[in-house]
């Protein structure tokens, strides 16, 4: 069922279900969350459960304010704050030391906890009113709102069609930024980037006096997070990377009876084949990223084998988009 979330009705059914210890969906700017309250171990589990995530993947806690986080984390390194001080409400997951017996479930048994304060009104309005009942609710674990692997929701219809009619979906209708929060782990003495989003290494950089490291750069680097794994962000159809000269070539020499293939292009393209579907990419990172994962399940429903996809520009305001992409395409 989908409610207007921009009406306080919505909001207190919303925040009571959580409390009930039942999932929703929740609006963010980044992408749809499945939502439960952090602290209900079995709450959570039904988010794993319903996903078909392992459940050593551990999940982002979301909070109303910077206040809140002392309930789950043990310390705030200097360069922590000052990127909660900058980012803050925003696209930005932060991976914290846990306090010992805070989100249990949501974080997989690991020291560590993500912590997020998403600046989406209807998330912010949600997570107040959470934070007023009685017991409060004060951190709600929301991964992605769509089945493992699978293209994130970036609209409360993405949601109900992955989840059905039953789950509660605030729609606050779609997401600004359209790829996920990016993720630094403040674990390490170090900021280490975890997964790129719209707040970019320049960005981070810019606030903290220190450039992130990439994971790949950590000495021993053990994967632990889901949205890091190589094959993610998958349609059905195949996806293939091509930058723009392999994929004009490519292109000119289909014959008008070519077997039927998308496009996702920023470069123009001629070509004779009948049944190509061409769609635009947007010309500017932001832009192209609000649209990215709608495009791919528009794309993914035309019911083609295979999508051809032009590799997006090699600089830092482009690295969210094009690490979606290139986890598209790996997972073929
Ligand atoms: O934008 C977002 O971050 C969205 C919205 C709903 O807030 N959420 C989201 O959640 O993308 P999910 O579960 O799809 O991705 C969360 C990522 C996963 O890759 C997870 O492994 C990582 O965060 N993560 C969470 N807690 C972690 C921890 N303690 N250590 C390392 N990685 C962690
Ligand atoms: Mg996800």
């Known amino acids: 069922m989908i409610l207007d979330g921009t009406q306080d009705a919505s909001i207190q059914a919303a925040a009571a ?25 079995a709450a959570v589990a039904q988010i794993f459960t319903a996903k078909g995530r392992p459940s050593n993947h551990p999940l982002i806690v979301h909070v109303a304010d910077a206040d809140a986080i002392m309930r789950y984390a043990r310390e705030v390194p200097v360069f922590a704050q000052q990127l909660i001080d900058a980012f803050w409400p925003g696209p930005l997951t932060l991976i914290l030391p846990r306090l010992p017996d805070a989100a249990k479930a949501s974080t997989g048994g ?10 989406h009104p209807v998330a912010h309005a949600l997570l107040k009113a959470c934070q007023q009942l009685n017991p409060p609710v004060w951190g709600v674990s929301a991964p992605s709102a769509n089945k493992f692997g699978r ?10 069609a992955e989840f059905g009619d039953e789950l509660l ?54 994967p632990r997070a889901s949205g890091t794994l190589l094959a993610h962000y998958a349609p059905n159809a195949k996806v293939r990377l091509m ?14 009876d070519a ?18 579907q061409l769609r635009a990419m947007p010309n500017q990172a932001a832009d192209a990223a609000r649209q990215l994962f709608s495009d791919l399940r528009d794309l993914d429903a035309l019911g083609v084998p295979l999508i051809w996809v032009e590799t997006p520009p090699d600089s830092a305001d482009w690295e969210g988009v094009r690490d979606r992409l290139q986890r598209a395409a790996a997972a073929g």
Do not use: M
Not at 248 to 253: G, N, R, T
Not at 262 to 270: E, G, K
């Open 17 to 41: 279900a959580l409390q009930r210890g039942e999932l929703i969906g929740l609006p963010t700017e980044t992408v749809y969350g499945l939502a439960a309250d952090s602290d209900n171990d």
């Open 110 to 119: 690991q020291d560590s906890v993500g912590l997020r304060c998403p600046s």
């Open 151 to 160: 293209v994130s929701p970036t609209t409360a219809q993405h949601v109900a």
């Open 169 to 222: 979906v605030l729609d606050g209708g779609a997401c600004e930024v359209g790829i996920e929060s990016t993720i630094v782990d403040c674990t390490r003495g170090e900021p280490v980037l975890l997964r790129p989003g719209a707040i970019t290494r320049d960005d981070i950089e810019r606030a903290c006096g220190q450039r992130p490291l990439s994971k790949e750069e950590l000495p021993a680097h053990t």
């Open 243 to 256: 930058d723009a000269r392999q994929l004009k070539a490519a292109v000119e020499i289909l014959g008008q």
């Open 259 to 276: 077997p039927p293939l998308a496009i996702y292009h920023r470069s123009p393209l001629r070509s004779q084949a009948r049944q190509l």
